[in-house]
T-cell receptor, first 117, second 115 residues
Framework: AQTVTQSQPEMSVQEAETVTLSCTYD???????LFWYKQPPSRQMILVIR??????QNATENRFSVNFQKAAKSFSLKISDSQLGDTAMYFC??????????????FGTGTRLKVLA | NAGVTQTPKFRVLKTGQSMTLLCAQD?????MYWYRQDPGMGLRLIHY???????AKGEVPDGYNVSRLKKQNFLLGLESAAPSQTSVYFC??????????????FGPGTRLTVT
């Protein structure tokens, strides 16, 4: 069964610094997608960044980038130049589907990030 | 576009009472989901639907029922509420497989307390 593990329940970073959130997953499938979602204190969850497993190049979105290590089943999120608005809960998620119709979308337990002024 | 909306935002129930949570989306998404979020446990999938008239069980379906009579709506029902169902409930929607980016779009959540 697929699992998603976020081993850092809480983290903090100084404003303008860089922070990395870790995520590992377990799967026997070869084709899948990985995501980082952000849930600010207002609670509306939004997508931060996504990565297709078949792509070797790491995804980037402005100040957000990932380090995708397929062999190690690791998918970390790097936030550069941290801003106060980055304070949120961050969830790593795994999605896969097979030709037989099995569809999975699994979230990790989250990392609470606090950006300090 | 309103995106994904949830009704109500807050609710307090007594043990044994029933209620229905309504989720609506205006993005013409095929897939819809209901999750519950509890401290330290992340998001857990209750039920999901891959199209109008179809539903499927997720990770924690017991005590809940769902219906998808219209493409834009996904209802979550609690037949006999229990204190263990105290949680924040999130609805989400996404495009069908083969379309879009597989991103899920979330509603603002419903905070349910069962006493």
């Amino acid at each position: 069964a697929q699992t998603v593990t976020q081993s850092q329940p809480e983290m903090s970073v100084q404003e303008a610094e860089t922070v990395t959130l870790s995520c590992t997953y377990d799967t026997s499938e070869n084709n899948y997608y990985l995501f980082w979602y952000k849930q600010p204190p207002s609670r509306q969850m939004i997508l931060v960044i996504r990565q297709e497993a078949y792509k070797q190049q790491n995804a980037t979105e402005n100040r957000f980038s990932v380090n995708f290590q397929k062999a190690a089943k690791s998918f970390s999120l790097k936030i550069s130049d941290s801003q106060l608005g980055d304070t949120a809960m961050y969830f790593c998620a795994f999605m896969s589907f097979t030709t037989s119709g099995t569809y999975k979308y699994i979230f990790g337990t989250g990392t609470r990030l606090k950006v300090l002024a | 576009n309103a995106g994904v909306t949830q009704t109500p935002k807050f609710r307090v129930l007594k043990t044994g009472q029933s209620m229905t949570l309504l989720c609506a989306q205006d993005m013409n998404h095929e897939y819809m989901y209901w999750y519950r979020q509890d401290p330290g446990m992340g998001l857990r999938l209750i039920h999901y639907s891959v199209g109008e008239g179809t539903t499927a069980k997720g990770e924690v379906p017991d005590g809940y029922n769902v219906s998808r009579l219209k493409k834009q709506n996904f209802l979550l029902g609690l037949e006999s509420a229990a204190p263990s169902q105290t949680s924040v409930y999130f609805c989400a929607s996404s495009y069908a497989l083969g379309l879009g980016t597989y991103e899920q779009y979330f509603g603002p959540g419903t905070r349910l307390t069962v006493t």
